[in-house]
C-alpha cells in the first residue's frame, strides 16, 4: 500500500499532493486521506474513495510549522498546526521527509512568507517612540 503518493505540482486547479495525515481524537489516532489541489484541501475516508468528506479552502490560513517529534503509541510523528479563520487544527504526519513535502506545499497553497526570506537583519538604524529599527529589504 503506497501510503503517500506524491504527484509533481501543477498548476492551480490541479492535484498538487495527496497524503495520509493523522490527527489526535480522544487520544486515539484517526488516519485521513488528504488531497491537496490548488489552494482546496480536500479529506476523504481513503484514497480509493472518490466522494470527499469535507474540504477547507487554505485562503487565509496560517500555518505553524512546528517540526516538533511526537510520540502515539510507540510511534513518532511530526506535528504541525493550520489556523483557519474560525478554528484550529492539529495534524500528524509519519516521517520527516513526508512532512517536509507536506509542509513545503500546503505554505505555497497558503502563500506563507518567512519574514526573515524577505528580510536583512543588520545593524540598528535608529530608533523611535515605539521600538528600534533593524531590518534592510533585502
Given at each position: 500500500?503506497?501510503?503517500?503518493?506524491?504527484?509533481?505540482?501543477?498548476?492551480?486547479?490541479?492535484?498538487?499532493?495527496?497524503?495520509?495525515?493523522?490527527?489526535?481524537?480522544?487520544?486515539?489516532?484517526?488516519?485521513?486521506?488528504?488531497?491537496?489541489?490548488?489552494?482546496?484541501?480536500?479529506?476523504?475516508?481513503?484514497?480509493?474513495?472518490?466522494?470527499?468528506?469535507?474540504?477547507?479552502?487554505?485562503?487565509?490560513?496560517?500555518?505553524?510549522?512546528?517540526?516538533?517529534?511526537?510520540?502515539?503509541?510507540?510511534?513518532?510523528?511530526?506535528?504541525?498546526?493550520?489556523?483557519?479563520?474560525?478554528?484550529?487544527?492539529?495534524?500528524?504526519?509519519?516521517?520527516?521527509?513526508?512532512?517536509?513535502?507536506?509542509?513545503?506545499?500546503?505554505?505555497?497553497?497558503?502563500?506563507?512568507?518567512n519574514l526573515m526570506e524577505?528580510?536583512?537583519?543588520?545593524?540598528?538604524?535608529?530608533?523611535?517612540?515605539?521600538?528600534?529599527?533593524?531590518?534592510?529589504?533585502?
Open positions: 500500500e503506497n501510503e503517500n503518493p506524491a504527484p509533481a505540482e501543477k498548476e492551480e486547479g490541479v492535484l498538487t499532493h495527496e497524503g495520509y495525515l493523522y490527527k489526535l481524537v480522544d487520544g486515539k489516532i484517526k488516519k485521513i486521506f488528504f488531497r491537496l489541489v490548488g489552494r482546496d484541501f480536500f479529506f476523504l475516508k481513503s484514497e480509493k474513495e472518490t466522494e470527499h468528506k469535507g474540504m477547507h479552502n487554505l485562503s487565509g490560513v496560517f500555518i505553524n510549522d512546528e517540526h516538533k517529534k511526537v510520540e502515539v503509541n510507540g510511534k513518532i510523528y511530526y506535528k504541525f498546526k493550520m489556523k483557519y479563520p474560525k478554528k484550529e487544527r492539529e495534524y500528524l504526519v509519519e516521517g520527516e521527509e513526508n512532512y517536509k513535502k507536506w509542509m513545503q506545499v500546503l505554505k505555497k497553497a497558503t502563500g506563507f512568507k524577505m528580510y536583512d537583519v543588520g545593524e540598528t538604524l535608529g530608533n523611535g517612540k515605539f521600538g528600534l529599527i533593524d531590518f534592510n529589504i533585502l
